[in-house]
């Protein structure tokens, strides 16, 4: 069985998605289709060299999604997945693949998630930190039992978590989880804490933006973050979708129950390979591939 999964922020590159756009029609109408749906040419700053404006929120969120979106619409037939997941913003690539969304709904929502998260990262600062070499559990006794707001929000495979909380939380958690033999724990370059209680405004911000987009039941099971578990029903969908901003991504355990489930291949489309690697250290029998027309 074949699942197509799909990244999330931090994958883009300047010059994403231009090879897209001068060799597939259906690229360039997409594309042409995103610029004016958000109102501004996406297109430029994704094919340009300009590595900090792509790296604004507002703009990766969008970029990401175009390009694994719109490489899944041009496979045509030989879209044919058993699952998807998508790792984060990933998710909302996955669900428009899966023809749970409309690629203008998704767009918009992706749009209006970026806002809102960079709106409440403006609110309350936050930040987060990649913890290496610690078993889950430790990890999450260590935030548990740190002061002030630091949660596991990334489980991005077996001895690689990411917490995420209020700055003072995090530097002290990073020096707790080194006194307790992490290879490496250090903050990562990010605007605030995804996936964390401090994205509680944005979460009820997209709350009402997704309840009132319309959903349909997708061809084969999403395998959503929240959950870890492959999702069917249209009402569960929105409403893991709700939860995503403030609870954890569970990567390691939605690949480990895609396997249980029969799923052997997984193609990664959109920016990068990042999600292949994970895929890798979290089973080595898994096969991993990169999506190509």
């Known amino acids: 069985m074949k699942a197509y999964i799909f990244p999330g922020q931090g994958a883009q590159f ?16 997409l594309f042409d289709t995103a610029n004016s749906i958000l109102g501004f040419n996406i297109t430029d700053i994704m094919f340009g060299e300009d590595a900090e404006a792509l790296k604004q929120t507002q703009v990766t969120q969008p970029a990401i999604f175009l390009h694994s979106v719109i490489m899944s ?4 037939e030989n879209f044919q997945p058993n699952a998807v997941a998508g ?19 998704g767009l918009t929502l992706v749009h209006q998630r970026a806002l809102a998260m960079q709106a409440a990262c403006d609110q309350v600062p936050g930040t987060m930190a990649a913890v290496l070499g610690l078993e889950d559990e430790k990890v999450e ?9 630091v949660v596991a929000a990334n489980y991005n495979c077996p001895g690689q978590l990411v917490i995420s909380g209020e ?23 990010v605007g605030g804490a995804f996936h964390s209680p401090l994205m509680e405004p ?8 997704i309840s009132n987009t319309p959903f349909t039941s997708p061809i084969c099971p999403v395998y ?7 999702i069917t029903n ?44 994970l895929v890798k250290k979290i089973d080595r029998s898994l096969t991993t591939a990169s999506g190509s027309l």
């Open 141 to 149: 006794s260590i935030c548990a039992n740190t002061e002030g707001i």
């Open 167 to 189: 700055k003072t939380a995090i530097a002290q958690a990073c020096e707790s989880m080194k006194e307790a033999g992490a290879r490496r724990a250090l903050p990562l370059p």
């Open 14 to 29: 300047p010059g994403m998605g231009q090879d897209l756009y001068e060799a597939s029609p259906i690229a360039k109408e």
């Open 234 to 277: 249209k009402e569960d969908i929105q409403n893991n979708l709700i939860a995503q901003l403030t609870a954890p991504v569970k990567w390691t355990q939605s690949v480990q129950q895609m396997a249980q489930d029969g799923v052997g291949e997984f193609i990664e489309l959109g920016p990068g390979k990042v999600l292949q690697g």
């Open 202 to 209: 944005a979460r009820e911000q997209l709350a009402e933006a």
């Open 224 to 230: 959503q973050n929240v959950v870890a578990k492959g």
């Open 73 to 76: 619409k041009c496979l045509g």
């Open 87 to 105: 790792h984060s913003l990933g998710e909302f690539s996955a669900l428009v693949a899966a023809n749970a969304l409309s690629f203008e709904d």
